[in-house]
């Protein structure tokens, strides 16, 4: 199985459907204490599926995401010809900054790195950054 990534990096501005920011931000508040995970998929740089991870191992400040169900669905990404073009995390009590962690646990280049800050839980904020030559760039996320 080969995994394909969306490497359309002319991403800027990083567009996320309102349905999908709304399923991130609910499973985010859903989530707490912990931290939320989940994928972005799509075709041609469109996310066309929204889909939320299970955290094996629940902390409010890091995430795992379930090596199982990733196979699963990147197996599943490949059939219907998506690319992973995205991965969301939630900041339960924190901003929507890439933290050391996350940067030490990033390892697709070129794929928008989604962070859902839960700092006011009545207003969720999302940033977007994508991972170049080991660092994280903030991208405009509209």
Known sequence: MSILFCNNMAMEPFKIPQSSKEIMIKQALTALPHECCGLL???????????????????????????????EVFTDMEKRGETL???????????????????????????????????????????????KK???KEIKLI
Not at 59 to 68: E, G, Q, T
Not at 90 to 111: E, I, N, R
């Open 134 to 136: 080991g660092a994280f």
């Open 41 to 71: 998929l799509g075709k041609n740089g469109k996310i066309k599926r929204t889909l939320p991870m299970k955290n094996t191992d629940p902390s409010p400040d890091a995430y795992f995401m379930d090596p199982l169900q990733q196979v």
């Open 85 to 131: 073009i995205g991965i969301y995390h939630s900041h339960p009590k924190g901003p929507s900054k890439p933290s050391g962690a996350d940067l030490k646990m990033a390892f697709h280049q070129d794929t928008a790195y989604i962070i859902i800050s839960l700092e006011n839980r009545n207003k969720p904020l999302l940033s977007a950054f994508i991972l």
